[in-house]
């Protein structure tokens, strides 16, 4: 009988982890950039909503409240 070698090719390790590479990268389901366009997970339906709860319509609550409060603390030192 002949001894058997077995065949342990550099390219074909290679292709092998690139195959592997692909394949897990494959299942992760990140966004992908295809085309200029991003695509979303395909988990997307089965990710947490995220809630911003509606604020104050004036942007500039606090600086407006302090101009109040300067106009109405001069009114006072006029009286």
Request: aromatic share 8%; net charge positive.
């Amino acid at each position: 009988m002949m001894s058997q070698e077995k065949n342990c090719n550099p390219t074909r390790l290679v292709i092998l982890g690139l195959l592997l590479a692909a394949g897990i990268a494959h299942s992760m389901g990140y966004q992908v950039s295809v085309a200029g366009q991003t695509l979303p997970s395909p988990y997307y339906l089965y990710d947490d909503v995220q809630y911003f709860p509606a604020g104050p319509q004036n942007k500039l609550a606090n600086e407006t409240a302090a101009l109040e409060k300067a106009k109405a603390e001069a009114i006072r030192k006029t009286r």
